[in-house]
């Protein structure tokens, strides 16, 4: 991996805007609005690990979107891609294009990986006033624990 380091739990969340699978514009401050945002990184889109977790978090999408938190993924694919994946997969939730300048947000996060040019799986649960409350970052191949996130989202929101 190169680029930044991964933010520290207690410091001020880099600030972003990207678009989201339909070309819309989508800044962190906006995902927050209030609530907390949980931002998910990952390498591609239609891999088979991204698609398992990505599937579970859209099972408990009730629990990781509403007034309390907003779920996002991000990741170096275009957005075309990206869109042709909800679609496919049938997502309820943003999936932001990190594409140009290619992996600049990854990088401020310290999971670009610049050798493959992708995001590894890095999570970030962002609180309302935008700081880093919780992080977690995976190597690449090892698949989130979703439950580990949910229990993230639920400490930070009760």
């Not at 998910?40 to 990781?64: G, H, K, N």
């Not at 040019?117 to 690449?140: C, E, Y």
Request: proline residues 6%; charged residues 20%.
């Amino acid at each position: 991996m190169t680029g930044g380091a991964v933010p520290a739990v207690g410091a001020v969340a880099p600030e972003f805007t990207l678009p989201d699978q339909y070309g819309q514009p989508t800044a962190l401050a906006d995902l927050r609005d209030g609530r907390a945002a949980l931002l998910v990184f990952y390498p591609f889109a239609f891999s088979r690990i991204c698609t398992s977790e990505l599937a579970a978090v859209q099972r408990e999408l009730d629990r990781f979107q509403g007034d309390r938190v907003r779920t996002v993924g991000v990741s170096c694919d275009a957005v075309y891609s990206l869109k042709a994946w909800a679609q496919e997969q049938g997502y309820d939730f943003p999936l932001l294009s990190d594409f140009w300048p290619h992996g600049e947000v990854a990088q401020a996060y310290g999971v670009l990986d610049e050798a493959t040019g992708m995001a590894v799986r890095g999570t970030f649960l962002i609180d309302a006033h935008g700081t880093v409350r919780w992080s977690l970052v995976n190597p690449p191949g090892e698949e989130r624990d979703v439950a580990v996130l949910l229990e993230a989202v639920d400490a930070l929101t009760t």
